[in-house]
Each structure stands twice: as C-alpha cells, then as structure tokens.
Antibody
Framework: QVQLVQSGAEVKKPGASVKVSCKAS????????MHWARQAPGQGLEWLGI????????SYEQKFQGRVTITRDASTSTVYMELSSLRSEDTAIYYC??????????WGQGTLVTVSS | QSALTQPRSVSGSPGQSVTISCTGT?????????VSWYQQHPGKAPKVMIY???KRPSGVPDRFSGSKSGNTASLTISGLQAEDEADYYC??????????FGGGTKLTVL
C-alpha cells in the first residue's frame, strides 16, 4: 500500500532553515510527482510546490520563490522540502502529498514546524 | 495566485443535503477540469473526496458529488451523516504547474 512517512517535528529560530523529509513506499517512486503544502494553526491549506522525482524538475508557488527548495533522492525514495529565512508566520504543519491524476491522492502524516525565538 | 473563495461555514441536519461552493477565475477553476475536494477531520491529514470536478475515488460514498459551472465548482453532500462534520477544501490546477487551494469550509452537522 502507498505510504508517505514524514520526519519529526522541528523547532527553529527566526532566520534559520528547516528541511523536512518524506519517504515514499508502496509504488514506483519515479512515476508520480510529489507536492508540498502547509497549514498554519487554525488556517487553510497552502500549496508550496511540486517535484518530478524522475528528473528532479520543480515548480514553486511564486510567494515562496527563493525561499523554498524541493529535492529528491531516488535511491531512498525520499523527497525533501527546505524552507529558509524562517519567520514566525512559517509556523505550520507541512505535508507531502503524491500527485495522482491531477489531484493529491495520498498524504503524509504532516510535520509540525515551529518558528520561535 | 489568490486562494479560491469558499464560504467559511455551512450546516445541515442529518439526512439533509448541503452544497459548498468554490469560486476562482478563468485561470484556474474555469480554465481546467482539474478541481478536487478534500475532507479534513481535526488533527488528521486531508483526504480526497472528489477529483477532476466530479470523479469519486474508490471508497468514497456516492453521497458526495461534484460539479462545475464557469469559474465556480461545487461539492454536494446528500444524506448528511454525523461523520461528515469536518473541514472541506477545494483545489484547482492554475496552469504552469501551479495549484491553488480554497480557504476552507467548516461543515457542521446539526
């Protein structure tokens, strides 16, 4: 069965960077793009970007251009999302989600990133 | 890209039907048949309920249906049940490999 398992919660100081991982299993890793989205406390979902695990090409929400980097390691079927220059507004649960047929068909369990001085 | 517009809350009694709207622009909702809907219970990850405007994934009850007219998509839940109480989010492809979510709607089953 398809599983996306994300890394654990993080606490970071303003200005620092965070890197969250998402390990995929149960399907051919390179056959499906992977999205990243986030959800601030009590707020809605916000799309961050997407990666093609086959070639590594990416596309990012314009708002996060220059601050977010999505990469992959095909040898371990893992996708990474790094967000830099963190500020308090980046405190959120970050999700990876597989891109199946133009929608988000499987989701990771989420990773809480807290930005606090 | 601006978030799609959803009502903040809707409510209905068990057995009734409710419809949640999702309004975008001709660059997203109106431009592609790639609207999906997600159900999220507190503390859980979202779950897809509808994709490609009106398709239901395996395992989703046929009480859930989707449609689209112009720049507005809709999710209808018929025969409301207590377990349908959750937050619902729409999402649309916005072109050039970008996606956009709606602000979310809280469904209360009275």
């Amino acid at each position: 069965q398809v599983q996306l398992v994300q890394s654990g919660a993080e606490v970071k100081k303003p200005g620092a960077s965070v890197k969250v991982s998402c390990k995929a299993s149960g399907y051919t890793f390179t056959s499906y793009h992977m999205h990243w989205a986030r959800q601030a406390p009590g707020q809605g979902l916000e799309w961050l970007g997407i990666i093609n695990p086959s070639g590594g090409t990416t596309s990012y929400e314009q708002k996060f251009q220059g601050r977010v980097t999505i990469t992959r390691d095909a040898s371990t079927s893992t996708v990474y999302m790094e967000l830099s220059s963190l500020r308090s507004e980046d405190t959120a649960i970050y999700y990876c989600a597989r891109a199946g047929n133009n929608h988000f068909d499987y989701w990771g369990q989420g990773t809480l990133v807290t930005v606090s001085s | 890209q601006s978030a799609l517009t959803q009502p903040r809350s809707v409510s209905g009694s068990p057995g009734q039907s409710v419809t949640i709207s999702c309004t975008g622009t001709s660059s997203d909702v109106g431009g592609y048949n790639y609207v999906s809907w997600y159900q999220q219970h507190p503390g859980k990850a979202p779950k897809v309920m509808i994709y490609d405007v009106s398709k239901r994934p395996s395992g989703v009850p046929d009480r859930f249906s989707g449609s689209k007219s112009g720049n507005t998509a809709s999710l209808t839940i018929s025969g409301l049940q207590a377990e349908d109480e959750a937050d619902y989010y729409c999402c649309s492809y916005g072109g050039r490999f970008n996606w956009v979510f709606g602000g979310g709607t809280k469904l209360t089953v009275l």
